[in-house]
């Protein structure tokens, strides 16, 4: 790929496109120096783009963590005269029981004490939410620093350990079952029924881009939406196509979706 910023210019998202700047500088920055480097956090979409770039260098890549439900992932970047890397000097798992028998944290409250503590979000992956702890999956570089700096979650004792990035408990994110009828599988038409807006007012969120399906910013209202789409509403949400259940007697979409919590 001789002249990227061509490559840039089909990218039409912003925050999208600066991601791909960084990850292409890493890369060049390996081939250049053959030191391995990891990446910040990442989209699957952004991941998709930069792989292209990455293929180009004398440079081999891993995508980590490989868990299927997994949405934000790092690339270890390293020379290609090496055999391999140990992922787990790059990035690892941070596991925080809650000691509080009262009050449940859900997955706001982890990643807001790690915010509070100055922690870039692009230096931090998905958060994992059970009963009595959660599983943060980090660079390993900032996890000494969180385990000492981190005692509690609003008024609830917590602890916090370093665990490999094998031993977290992966899963699907939390989210709550949605059905609705729908008269189309158009954006707009599938927008209004997730915002709870007229058609209109989700006709103007799509044109205003902030709509992004599949990662992308989605600003075309007549886009038809499919099954395992995966569509973020600034202010109210990410939602997931899960199943396309047929039709109504009305001849209405039947659609399940799973609105992430």
């Keep these: 790929m001789k002249d990227l910023e061509k490559y840039y210019d089909f990218i039409k998202d912003d925050e999208t496109k600066n991601t791909v700047r960084?990850?292409?500088?890493?890369?060049?920055?390996?081939?250049?120096?053959?030191?391995s480097q990891v990446t910040e956090f990442t989209n699957p979409y952004a991941a998709e783009l930069s792989i292209p770039i990455i293929r180009n260098?004398?440079?081999?890549?891993?995508?980590?963590?490989s868990f299927e439900h997994g949405e934000r992932k790092v690339f270890i970047l390293y020379p290609d005269y090496l055999e391999g890397i140990n992922k787990d000097e790059y990035i690892s798992g941070l596991r925080i029981y809650n000691k509080s028998k009262f009050k449940k944290l859900d997955h706001k409250d982890y990643l807001g004490s790690l915010m509070s503590l100055g922690i870039?979000?692009?230096?931090?992956?998905?958060?994992y939410v059970y009963e009595d702890y959660a599983d943060v999956v980090l660079?390993?570089?900032?996890?000494?620093?969180?385990?000492y700096n981190l005692d509690?979650?609003?008024?609830?004792?917590?602890?916090?350990e370093k665990i490999k990035i094998d031993q977290v408990n992966?899963?699907?994110?939390?989210?709550?079952?949605?059905?609705?009828?729908?008269?189309?599988?158009?954006?707009?038409n599938v927008v209004k029924h997730l915002s709870n807006k007229s058609r209109e007012a989700a006709s103007d969120m799509i044109?205003?881009?902030?709509?992004?399906?599949?990662?992308?910013?989605?600003?075309?209202i007549s886009t038809e939406i499919k099954e395992g789409d995966m569509i973020s509403i600034s202010k109210f949400g990410r939602f997931k196509i899960s199943k396309l259940s047929g039709i109504t007697k009305s001849g209405k979409n039947k659609i399940e979706i799973k609105h992430y919590v």
Excluded: W
């Design 139 to 147: 660079h390993s570089d900032i996890s000494d620093y969180i385990i």
């Design 170 to 188: 992966f899963k699907e994110q939390e989210h709550i079952i949605l059905n609705i009828n729908s008269s189309s599988m158009r954006i707009d």
């Design 120 to 127: 870039d979000r692009n230096r931090t992956g998905d958060i």
């Design 207 to 220: 044109r205003a881009g902030n709509v992004k399906v599949n990662y992308q910013v989605e600003e075309r």
């Design 22 to 35: 960084k990850i292409a500088d890493k890369a060049i920055y390996v081939n250049k120096n053959y030191v």
């Design 57 to 65: 260098y004398d440079v081999k890549y891993e995508l980590f963590p």
């Design 152 to 160: 509690k979650i609003g008024h609830n004792k917590i602890e916090v």
